[in-house]
């Protein structure tokens, strides 16, 4: 007789059980307005247009982050991978960057950024030979600690300094291709 009391009050704790479960974090990730995972970059963004950076958005970034760091990069370069853009001590209240980012050192919210291997400062757009599409990473790195690098550090520096600070990572990949003339 008892028996059906005891399941009716363990189906009333169900729900409280529940509620005070751990929440699941959400994902960390990046997009862009100007394209999609996996899809072609615009002209602009190039050296075959204005060269200018595409605009990125994050979301999910852990509450512990301090700061962000962006490296954006071509494995498929003919010479090894080509370093486009690389950006460190972005402030963990930033969740996204602005489309035609200046390329200046140091920017308005005091994030800095280093060499690409043009070599200039900032970004420097998709520009491979003509042929096959190229892929480009865009990295960003959720870090728990601002790094303090000066400006102009390079993309190995950065992984250097970046070493045991990383608490997610969330990453966007596009492609561009340029006709062969």
Request: a positive charge; charged letters at 20%.
């Amino acid at each position: 007789m008892h028996r059906p009391l005891i399941r009716c009050l363990a189906l009333l704790a169900l729900p409280v059980t529940a509620r005070t479960m751990p929440e699941v974090p959400m994902a960390f990730t990046l997009s862009s307005s100007s394209f999609r995972e996996g899809a072609p970059i615009p002209a602009k963004h190039t050296c075959d247009g204005a060269d200018v950076s595409p605009p990125l958005a994050w979301s999910g970034a852990p509450s512990g982050a301090a700061g962000f760091a962006l490296i954006m990069d071509d494995p498929d370069a003919p010479a090894g991978t080509w370093v486009h853009w690389v950006l460190y001590d972005l402030p963990a209240r930033a969740s996204a960057l602005a489309e035609n980012v200046a390329k200046t050192e140091t920017l308005k919210d005091g994030a800095v950024q280093g060499r690409n291997d043009f070599p200039r400062t900032g970004y420097g757009g998709p520009c491979p030979p003509p042929g096959k599409p190229h892929r480009y990473f865009f990295k960003l790195y959720a870090l728990d600690a601002a790094l303090g690098l000066k400006p102009g550090a390079t993309k190995q520096e950065l992984e250097r300094a970046m070493q045991g600070h990383v608490l997610a990572t969330a990453q966007l990949m596009g492609t561009y291709a340029r006709a062969r003339k």
